[in-house]
């Protein structure tokens, strides 16, 4: 049981709401610039590991995302189906199967991003520079908050 003393101060708990809707909201915004619209935000995340962290099994793939196996298998099917990943027996053992990004799947990845990035550069161009000093501070913080 917490005393009175260790309650948070409401200004902070006022901060800490706000920036967690602030941050949720500029994430909503920027999952909805996508290269295929029919893609959920968890296809979207395996594709995303696969291309910056390299091949994976299912296991390693489901641990990334902390989703069960039988969960990730599903994602990867509807991936594989759609052409954007492949599955393969490892050569060093027969019993280890790797997914990989084909190339479909790597351009999805980098279209998103692309238009990721160009829809926040828009937004930032209509800051002036100062707005963009403060942005550019907090992005650092919450990047140091996100570690923790």
Do not use: C
Not at 66 to 82: C, D
Not at 87 to 95: E, L
Not at 110 to 118: L, N
Request: charged share 35%.
């Amino acid at each position: 049981m917490t005393s009175p003393e260790d309650a948070p101060a409401p200004e902070l708990s006022a901060a800490a709401s706000d920036l967690r809707m602030a941050t949720f909201r500029l994430a909503r915004r920027l999952r909805a610039q996508r290269a295929v619209d029919t893609m959920s935000d968890g296809q979207f995340a395996v594709l995303a590991a696969l291309k910056m962290h390299g091949l994976h099994t299912l296991g390693e793939l489901a641990d990334r995302e902390r989703v069960t196996a039988p969960s990730m298998n599903r994602t990867v099917n509807g991936l594989e189906e759609a052409g954007y990943l492949t599955r393969t027996t490892d050569d060093d053992d027969r019993r280890k199967v790797n997914i990989e990004l084909t190339p479909a799947g790597r351009e999805v990845v980098e279209e998103t991003v692309r238009r990721r990035d160009a829809w926040l550069e828009s937004v930032l161009a209509d800051l002036d520079e100062d707005e963009r000093e403060v942005l550019a501070r907090a992005a650092a913080l919450m990047r140091r908050v996100a570690e923790r």
